[in-house]
């Protein structure tokens, strides 16, 4: 059968926002019909003459609403952020290297306001439901990239992870989502949650999909280097440490099941795991008892949008950056001195091993009506961050698997700072092996 052209698959992506039955409105905040029309059928001509601009040419990409567009402003999430954000003068740095790469931007999609928090509800501009049960949350807080990937509304999504923005609306919806080392793809142009942690990343139905646009955002295809069809590693011989206590406490029935069956597969594939008491955890939380690095970092960000318009925040929201607030400086300083040490500790605590494996989320989705309590919410909240955050506090690269359940569950893989490429090659046979 003749593939599909890019114009016909970008029809097909429209035609599943449009719908009225589905998550389009929600899940899209901006659709750019026309001028993707333009892109995918320059891109169709190009393939007409054999002519490729790389790995991403041709592929339908939503963008995440923090993201800079030329000549709009920028959203991220926020009623009062549409009100006031100025036209972004140029496009976000990874938007640029896209589109320089053929890609078809289709959408700017729905976020959690200001990218902070890991459920996806957003009161502004309503909360897209969970592809696989659409009472329940899709996670954030890319959580309208998760839906659009997942409900066939693109290919690929790009999205931002802080504390486990990329993986947990990953997890929860049942793809791919990977969060490279932060240096990794600029952050030029896109708005700011934490300037210390943040990263950005996609999310996907696979691993390859993956790897293409991380090729073409941290701009290796523009400096000389052509990208190569990812070759997955051999299972047979690679070392997984499961760390004991945290991050495996309190697990769901769900995800415990699921993880447990995974790391038994991963056994008879050869992999060899080892339980690892990892005491580096137990100093992050000690670090993190002063208020966490995010926070504050926020409150720096949003603090004359908090006292001009606090009623216009997501209540949820506001009552976090409002916490970030009350962070003394000596105490944010010293947080960001401790992290640094620990970094390098960590750095070298994984040098044993391959990865670091341990379920993306310890929770499946809430539902939508339960996190309508603040309390269940905040409580919520802080379980679906619990295991991702560890990734972005320690400076490593991570990616969330989906694992085989009743309701979406992920594995989430974390390796060194650095070695994007070889968690990738290792996540593609760990995918393969997941779904046979």
Do not use: W
């Amino acid at each position: 059968m003749k593939p599909l052209s890019c114009r016909d698959r970008l029809e097909q992506a429209l035609a599943r926002i449009a719908d009225p039955k589905g998550e389009g409105a929600r899940a899209c905040l901006t659709v750019y019909a026309e001028t993707a029309r333009a892109a995918a059928d320059a891109a169709d001509a190009r393939a007409a003459q054999g002519v490729s601009l790389g790995a991403l040419d041709g592929a339908i990409v939503g963008i995440k609403d923090l993201f800079d567009v030329a000549g709009e402003p920028t959203r991220a999430g926020s009623k009062i952020l549409a009100d006031e954000a100025p036209p972004a003068k140029s496009d976000a740095v990874a938007v640029r290297r896209l589109r320089a790469g053929g890609a078809v931007i289709i959408a700017k999609t729905n976020m959690t306001e200001i990218a902070l928090g890991a459920i996806g509800a957003n009161p502004h501009f309503g909360t897209p439901g969970n592809p696989r049960d659409r009472a329940r949350v899709p996670g954030g807080s890319s959580a309208g990239a998760a839906v659009a990937a997942a409900d066939g509304m693109c290919e690929i999504a790009i999205g931002s992870d802080t504390g486990g923005s990329v993986r947990i609306p990953a997890a929860l919806c049942g793809i791919v989502g990977f969060k490279p080392s932060r240096q990794r793809i600029p952050t030029a142009g896109v708005f700011p949650l934490s300037t210390t942690l943040d990263s950005v990343g996609p999310l996907a139905r696979s691993v390859a999909d993956c790897a293409r646009a991380d090729a073409v955002m941290s701009g290796e295809e523009f400096a000389g280097e052509d990208f190569a069809p990812l070759e997955a590693s051999p299972l047979a011989g690679l070392r997984f440490g499961v760390s004991q206590g945290f991050p495996l406490e309190n697990m769901d029935a769900t995800v415990s099941a699921a993880f447990s069956a995974a790391i038994e597969r991963l056994q008879k594939a050869g992999v060899r795991i080892t339980q690892e008491t990892v005491s580096l955890f137990d100093e992050m939380r000690q670090v993190n008892a002063y208020g966490g690095i995010v926070q504050p970092e926020a409150c720096a960000i949003h603090q004359d949008r908090l006292k001009r318009r606090a009623a216009d925040f997501d209540p949820n929201i506001r009552a976090r950056i409002e916490r970030g607030c009350a962070v003394s400086a000596a105490d944010y300083i010293g947080m960001l001195h401790a992290r640094e040490r620990l970094v390098r500790a960590m750095d070298r605590r994984l040098a044993a091993l391959d990865a670091l494996v341990m379920p993306t989320t310890g929770i499946v989705a809430p539902t939508i009506a339960e996190v309508a309590d603040p309390e269940i919410f905040a409580a919520r909240n802080a379980m679906l961050l619990r295991n991702t955050s560890v990734g972005n506090f320690f400076d490593l690269c991570g990616i969330s698997l989906p694992l085989p359940a009743k309701l979406p569950a992920g594995l989430m893989l974390l390796a060194r700072n650095g070695h994007d490429h070889a968690l990738l090659r290792i996540s593609a046979a760990v995918e393969k092996m997941l779904a046979g």
